[in-house]
């Protein structure tokens, strides 16, 4: 059963728009959340990531909103731009010393 | 600071054969996280070394298996290799410390086996 979903495989945006990228996860243990970035023949760079504690989380462009009750997440690039083009993949963990928990990633496509 | 590295960065190896991956760590980080990836499937978390003992494992067969040095290098054996090995193989560091969930990726070894 996978705990960490990223229901849209793929996603087409225009330059300069918003980039809205959601993942869903299923187990309410999780307190810590990440967002990384992908690029072919690349490993994964983190991106930002946010507490349970927290519902909104800031770095320039991006912004994660997270939303317990619901036990979803999103990501939000504003605006977008080409070099955004990659895999995103968001993650979950356990307080402690515990593995993250990845989804199977959105690949984002940035149109000029 | 030099980032996580991994080598080799391609391999090919044969059915049944055997393959050891190694994956350097960012200096000072103690812990050392392998996942795979494969086409249509996220990373898939193998194990965690923290100071020489395995500290997390994923549900892998016992053909996957991994140590870790004194100064934090760690390697990654897989025997008796399969189809279905072919993969992307990832390893990430971090410090190690509680509550620090950050994890920094090297650019992967890409497995084919034939």
């Known amino acids: 059963d996978q705990q960490v979903k990223q229901n849209s495989p793929s996603l087409s945006v225009q330059e300069g728009r918003i980039s809205i990228l959601n993942c869903d996860y299923t187990?309410?243990?999780?307190?810590?959340f990440l967002w990384y970035k992908k690029y072919p023949a690349e490993g994964p760079t983190f991106l930002i990531s946010?507490?349970?504690?927290?519902d909104k989380n800031e770095d320039g462009r991006f912004t994660v909103f997270l939303n317990k009750s619901a036990k979803h997440l999103s990501l939000h690039i504003v605006p977008s731009q080409p070099g955004d083009s990659a895999v995103y993949f968001c993650?979950?963990?356990?307080?402690?010393?515990?593995?993250?928990?990845f989804g199977k990633g959105t690949r984002l496509s940035v149109i000029a | 600071k030099a980032g996580v590295t991994q080598t080799p960065r391609y391999l090919i190896k044969t059915r049944g054969q055997q393959v050891t991956l190694s994956c350097s760590p960012i200096?000072?980080?103690?812990?050392v996280s392998w996942y795979q990836q494969t086409p249509g499937q996220g990373l898939q978390f193998l194990f965690e070394?923290?100071?020489?003992?395995?500290?997390n494992k994923g549900n892998f067969p016992g053909r996957f298996s991994g140590r870790q040095f004194s100064n934090s290098r760690s390697e990654m054996n897989v025997s008796t290799l399969e189809l279905g090995d072919s993969a992307l193989y990832l390893c990430?560091?971090?410090?190690?410390?509680?509550?620090?969930?950050?994890?920094?990726f090297g650019p992967g070894t890409r497995l084919t086996v034939t």
């Open positions: 990430a560091s971090s410090s190690g410390v509680l509550n620090t969930y950050e994890q920094y």
């Open positions: 187990n309410s243990m999780f307190d810590y």
């Open positions: 946010i507490s349970s504690i927290k």
């Open positions: 993650a979950a963990s356990v307080s402690g010393n515990t593995p993250l928990v």
């Open positions: 200096s000072g980080h103690r812990s």
């Open positions: 070394y923290f100071s020489e003992t395995q500290r």
